[in-house]
Nanobody, 115 residues
Framework: QVQLVESGGGLVQAGGSLRLSCVAS????????MRWHRQAPGKQRELVAR???????NYADSVKGRFTISRDNAKNTVYLQMNSLKPEDTAVYYC????WGNGYWGQGTQVTVSS
């Protein structure tokens, strides 16, 4: 059974930083494509960052240069380091992966950036 548990969200002022964590069980993050998505109130969920099994990373244009996705294979955990946060980054952030054709999502962690 795949489980993804996010943590690290909170309230931060514009310009600040947060690091989100996604602890995975039932899969091995080092051989999986792991993603961070976010959903702001009244908006569609959007892909923020992705890291492949080979270590390649991709980012939404809106976060390039500010966010960094990484993983710790020993802890089976994926991170999203968010710097220079803006009020428009306010959203619930979700960890996501696929396994055997099924998509799995965490419960989400709220990030609120005040101006």
């Amino acid at each position: 059974q795949v489980q993804l548990v996010e943590s690290g969200g909170g309230l931060v002022q514009a310009g600040g930083s947060l690091r989100l964590s996604c602890v995975a069980s039932g899969i091995i993050v080092s051989i999986s494509t792991m993603r961070w998505h976010r959903q702001a109130p009244g908006k569609q969920r959007e892909l923020v960052a992705r890291i492949t099994s080979g270590g390649s990373t991709n980012y939404a244009d809106s976060v390039k240069g500010r966010f960094t996705i990484s993983r710790d294979n020993a802890k089976n955990t994926v991170y999203l380091q968010m710097n220079s946060l803006k009020p428009e980054d306010t959203a619930v952030y979700y960890c996501n992966t696929d396994s055997w054709g099924n998509g799995y999502w965490g419960q989400g962690t709220q990030v609120t950036v005040s101006s």
